[in-house]
C-alpha cells in the first residue's frame, strides 16, 4: 500500500529552523519525484519545493529560495525539507507529494499520491 508520512513540523519562534521529513513506501521511490505543498488556512495550496526522480534537480518557491533545502534519501526512501530563517508567513500545513511525472513539476494536479500533512507554526 503507498503511503507518505510527514513528519517534524512544529512551532518555532521567527528565525528558527525545523526539517520536515517525507516517508515513502509502498512504491517504486527512486522513480517518482517528491514536492513539498504548504497551505495555511483560507489560501490555496502553493508548491514550496520539489526534487526530481534522477537527476536532482530541483525547483524553490522564490517565498523560500534561499532559505529552504530540499533532499533526498533513496536508500531509505525518504526526502526531507530543512527550513531556515522561518518567518511567521511560513506558518502552513505541510504536505509531501509523489510524481512519476519527468522534472520538478509545480502544480498540485500534477501529483498522484499525498501524504496528511504536519503542522508548522512560526510565532513568537
Known amino acids: 500500500q503507498l503511503q507518505l508520512v510527514e513528519s517534524g513540523g512544529g512551532l518555532v519562534q521567527p528565525g528558527g529552523s525545523l526539517r520536515l521529513s517525507c516517508a515513502a513506501s509502498g512504491f517504486s521511490f527512486d522513480y517518482y519525484a517528491i514536492g513539498w505543498f504548504r497551505q495555511a488556512p483560507g489560501k490555496e495550496r502553493e508548491g514550496v519545493s520539489c526534487?526530481?526522480?534522477?537527476?536532482?534537480?530541483?525547483y524553490y518557491a522564490d517565498s523560500v529560495r534561499g532559505r529552504f533545502t530540499i533532499s533526498r534519501d533513496n536508500a531509505n526512501d525518504t526526502v526531507y525539507l530543512q527550513m531556515n530563517s522561518l518567518k511567521p508567513e511560513d506558518t502552513a500545513v505541510y504536505y509531501c507529494a509523489a510524481t512519476s511525472a519527468v522534472g520538478v513539476p509545480t502544480r498540485p494536479t500534477r501529483f498522484d499520491y499525498w501524504g496528511q500533512g504536519t503542522q508548522v507554526t512560526v510565532s513568537s
Open positions: 526534487i526530481s526522480s534522477f537527476d536532482d534537480s530541483t
